[in-house]
Structure formats: C-alpha cells, structure tokens
C-alpha cells in the first residue's frame, strides 16, 4: 500500500483545491495515469499517479483545499502496509528526486520531431530517449540502507558524479586570481534558478550567503536575510550628519492619531485596493441643494452637495449589494450586508474620525440630513463615542472642503468601498454639441479588489455620477 502526497506544482506553492477526481477506489491504475485535478493560485494542473495498482481510498474530497504534503490517495500495489508517501522518507525522496530530475533537454537542432509526451509529477512531460539525470548529491541516507540498497542497483547502471559540497559559512575561498576562479566559486553554490535569479536582482553575491537549506542549499530567506545584515549595517554605522538649522520636534504617536494610524496601515496592507475616478457634471444637484433649502422640512438642517451624494451612494448599494460587504479572513468569507451604516469621514482636532450613521438606508432625506448633521457636530467637540465608529459598512470622505479634487481614499477597516467627493468647480463642459460652463466635480471610489471586480467598481460609481447629474434618478432608482 503506497500514499501518494500532494506535491509542490510551482514555486512556493502551499495548498491548492481539489477540483476532480478521474478515479474512485476500487479502479486500477497505472503509472502516469491522470487521477486528480488540482487549482493552485495561477492555474489548473492535472496530476499523474506515480504508482501502479488498485485505488484503497480517496483522501480529499473535491472542492477541499489541502496543504502540499498531505495524502490524498492510497493506493494498493500488492506490498502489504502503507510505504512512505512520496517526499516522505529515503525512498520517498528518491521517487521526488527522480520525478523533478525527468525534465527534458533542449533538443538539437538536427533532431527528429519528438512522439507525444508523457505526463510526470513535475513539468510538463518526459520526451522519450531524451531525459538525462541531473548529478546529485551523495545521499544522507543511514550506512545500513545504503548498503542495503547497493545490491539492487544495476551492474551496467553508470556512476552518477556526486556535486561538489558547499563551503562552510566564514570559509574563505582559496584566491585564484582570475575571473574564473570567481565564476568557478559561483558555480559551486547550491541554489534554483528563481533563487539566483532573485540574488542577481539584489545584487548579493551567493558566495558570501550562508546556506540553511536542505544540503547546504541557499534559499530565498537566506538571501533575504543577507540584504536586511546589509541594510543593518548600514543603519547602525555612524554617519556624519550636517547640522540643521531650525531644530526638530517629536510628537508622541497615541490616542486617535495611534489608532488611525494602525487601522490605515493594517488596511493599505491587507486589501488590495483599487481606485477608480469619474469626471461629473453636478450642475443639477448643485440646483437641487438650493431648492431643498427653500422647503420647511429643511428649514433647521443643514443641507449640501454631500447629502445628495450619500442619498446616491445609498440608493447605489441597493443595487449593488456587494458593494456593501466586507472580507472575512479568518471564516475565508465575503459577508454581504443588507443593511446600511453609512460613514462619514470627519477631520477633528483630535485627528481623523469615521462615525457612521447607523441604518441610513432607512432615513428620509430630512433624517439623512439631521443624522449627518449631527455626526459632524459631534466629532468637532470632541464627543464620538466608540460605538458611533464601529459597525461602519460604506464610507463617504469630503475631500471637497479642503479646495482638493480627487485623491486615493484609502479603506475603512472592515468595508469593501469609500468614494471621496472632491469639490465643485466651474469648468467647460460640451452640452448638446456646445462647451458651456457647468458645475463639475470628481469622484473617487476605492475598493477592495477581493471582494469587488473592476466591473462591479465601474457600475457603482457610473450610477452614482449619474444620479448626481440628474437627482431624478434618485426617486426613479430608489
């Protein structure tokens, strides 16, 4: 009984999903057989089955995402108990190491064209009569199994030269003198393409990189780890700076300015976002405002382009319910919600505060305008409680006030979308064929790629540009 693992289709891969099986147990297979289809993070990949027998189990159902290195199917070759899965133990590496060595040559230009090729474990597939194995290293297996293993090797089998060891770390080469000696120290380094590939990128020479992978193998870390003793280095040597005129002051980072700090941080770096900007003629609300003032249900709020916006962004989300949502990392969830509680950014004293009103979307126009109203207030004295910033699902940023056209908002914690309102300027505009002057605005909407696709992003912010061009969609759409 042999467990086949899942193994390492790409470079760093950790996990990928089971898509399909193409056997059940009790079937027969045969080496090379395709028997799963995985999804890692860039692609589909079907896997070959290194073993020949008869399927005992299944040990991953379709739709579960497994970590590389785990069994995902037993298969019954006639030997009795389960052998060590491949990857796993001395012959399991030799299995591993023999797969990832069956990489075909580059064929000569005089050579015929090659037959169909046949699926492995790793790449894309072995050309017949022309695989050639890589010369590896003296294995690290126990005396007692190599010795074991020294009668089954075939008499004609030719002797595979072992790869030079690496020098230890501290060790200085022996000076030659030359420019071949140096490439020659080069050669002897134990990395992967990728790894040398990102060296030459950061220009660390892998002869001064200590090794900490498997055989003396350099790794990504390791050449990490090199540049940061670098960059270390550098940071503590003294250095001499010239003296500044005027002096410096310190301001201890806590409070809002702390907290708003580390929410901005921890969300620029944890949802990748996207920012999209749209050019709007707002002429029409512009028009609206003045007349909503003149009327008495208005008479003791304050009303602006803003409440219109906010009344688009909401009437927007209803038709875009996903625009309304947020990333569940731990659950690995989008949660969608069917509720609204509607930020707005203010600028205090303190520092930057996101109260929300809460269940906006059931607010008449009037209440819309008394809540934001009042939010404002609040956060200038000073007096935003805790749970007016929390529970927020949308944000609104005015960047309007401040004489300033558009920016790069970036996420509240925990919602998927903020649009900043920038302000309102008289600028040509082409109307029925004429250029005209008209009441422009831009708007800009940053979102969390994650959960919200570009198309989803565009339709939202057309449809609250629109509303804001002509408010009678306002009523038409909500």
Not at 121 to 129: E, Q, S
Request: charged content about 20%; proline content about 10%; some cysteine.
């Amino acid at each position: 009984m042999k467990e086949f693992k899942l193994p390492d289709v790409g470079e760093g891969l950790t996990e990928a999903e089971i898509v399909r099986w193409h056997v059940k147990p009790g079937d027969p297979v045969k080496v090379n057989q395709i028997i799963v289809e995985i999804e890692t993070a860039k692609a589909v990949v079907e896997l070959p089955c290194p073993f020949e027998g008869v399927v005992a189990a299944l040990m991953a159902d379709e739709g579960e995402t497994v970590d590389v290195g785990r069994p995902i199917i037993s298969v019954d070759d006639g030997t009795g108990p389960a052998a060590p899965a491949v990857g796993e133990g001395t012959a399991g590496a030799r299995a591993q190491a023999l797969a990832e060595d069956m990489v075909p040559e580059p064929a000569a230009a005089d050579e015929p064209p090659a037959e169909k090729r046949q699926p492995v474990l790793v790449g894309y597939g072995v050309k017949p009569g022309a695989a050639r194995r890589r010369p590896r290293k003296p294995s690290t297996a126990s005396p007692a199994t190599s010795s074991a293993a020294a009668p089954a090797a075939s008499p004609a089998a030719p002797a595979v030269p072992a790869r030079p060891a690496p020098e230890p770390a501290g060790r200085e080469a022996p000076p030659t003198g030359s420019a071949a000696g140096s490439a020659a120290r080069r050669a002897a380094v134990l990395a992967k393409p990728p790894v040398r590939k990102l060296a030459k990128d950061l220009g660390v020479d892998l002869a001064t990189v200590p090794p900490t992978g498997p055989h003396g193998t350099i790794t990504r870390e390791d050449v990490h780890a090199a540049v940061e003793a670098v960059a270390d280095a550098g940071r503590t040597a003294p250095q001499a700076v010239p003296a500044a005129r005027g002096g410096e002051e310190r301001i201890p980072v806590k409070g809002v300015r702390r907290a708003t700090a580390q929410a901005m941080t921890a969300s620029a770096f944890t949802a990748p976002h996207v920012t999209e900007f749209l050019q709007v003629d707002v002429t029409g609300t512009m028009e609206a405002v003045t007349r909503l003032r003149a009327l008495p249900d208005f008479a003791e709020v304050k009303v602006s382009p803003l409440l219109l916006v906010a009344k688009a962004v909401l009437v927007a989300a209803r038709r875009y319910p996903m625009i309304n949502s947020m990333w569940d990392e731990a659950a690995q969830e989008i949660v969608v919600k069917h509720y609204v509680n509607l930020g707005i950014a203010a600028a205090t004293p303190r520092g930057l505060l996101v109260p929300n009103v809460k269940n906006a979307h059931e607010l008449s126009l009037p209440d819309l305008a008394r809540a934001i109203g009042s939010l404002a207030e609040t956060a200038r004295a000073g007096r935003t409680q805790p749970a007016e910033m929390s529970g927020g699902t949308i944000t609104i940023t005015n960047v309007g006030v401040f004489g300033v056209d558009a920016g790069t908002p970036i996420l509240n914690p925990g919602e998927s979308a903020i649009l900043a309102f920038g302000q309102v300027r008289d600028l040509p505009w082409v109307v029925d064929g004429q250029v005209v002057p008209r009441r422009v605005c831009t708007l800009a909407l940053s979102f969390d790629h994650r959960v919200i696709d570009g198309e989803l992003g565009s339709l939202f912010l057309r449809d609250v540009g629109a509303m804001l061009e002509d408010p009678l969609r306002m009523l038409a759409w909500g």
